[in-house]
């Protein structure tokens, strides 16, 4: 066997290349997001003109399949942004960057996603008024904190704030970072 170091696209637009779906995913069920991502995803390789040729094969071989989408508002899903006012609700469980957290308070939600953004990108949080705005910090007793919790071994957020401002802060901090499309939430059926 030989191996040959190569760019994926001209792998994949080489004349004797095939796509080829094994039989144990050919029954995968894909929900919205999924579906959403490969769309977006094709329409990405369709702009780039070293696909040009791929999509020539593929797209214009197969027919588009016809998708319907279900209404995402049946079950109860709902992005961050497009939300009620969270005052006096519970949550059943949020989607952030496409792994479900079983959640039933904001409280809860608004410590895991600044965890999270926190891990991702730590020195946006220093370079806007991200970091100030949750009152993060080092030392739980600094800065005036009533109630601080912990995002990482190191760093402190404030987290005694009405359901609402911790939405506002979230909604800000996921705009800052453009991640508005990563947050998905499912109120609790009261």
């Given amino acids: 066997m030989k191996a040959n ?3 994926v696209e001209d792998f994949l637009s080489a004349n004797k290349t095939q796509f080829v779906i094994p039989v144990y995913q050919r029954n995968y069920d894909w929900s919205t997001i999924q579906c959403k991502q490969l769309l977006d ?8 003109k ?36 969270p005052k006096y609700k519970k ?12 959640v039933t308070q904001v409280t809860k939600l608004y410590i895991e996603v600044f965890k999270k953004l926190f ?14 705005r949750i009152g993060l910090t ?28 911790k939405f506002d802060r979230i909604k800000q901090a996921l705009t800052i970072f453009e991640f508005e499309d990563e947050l998905t939430i499912k109120y609790a059926k009261k």
């Fill in 50 to 85: 070293r696909f040009d040729l791929i999509a020539d094969r593929f797209l214009k071989i197969w027919e588009y399949p016809t998708i319907d989408f279900l209404n995402e508002a049946d079950n109860g899903e709902i992005n961050i942004f497009e939300a009620e006012d």
């Fill in 119 to 132: 891990e991702i990108q730590p020195e946006t949080f220093f370079t806007t008024d991200s970091g100030v």
């Fill in 41 to 48: 995803d094709i329409l990405e390789v369709g702009t780039n």
């Fill in 138 to 165: 080092k030392k739980s007793n600094e800065n005036g904190l009533r109630q601080a919790v912990p995002i990482n071994d190191t760093y402190f957020i404030e987290s005694n704030i009405d359901n609402n401002g």
């Fill in 91 to 102: 949550l059943e469980y949020a989607i952030f960057f496409d792994q479900k957290i079983k």
């Fill in 5 to 7: 170091e190569t760019k």
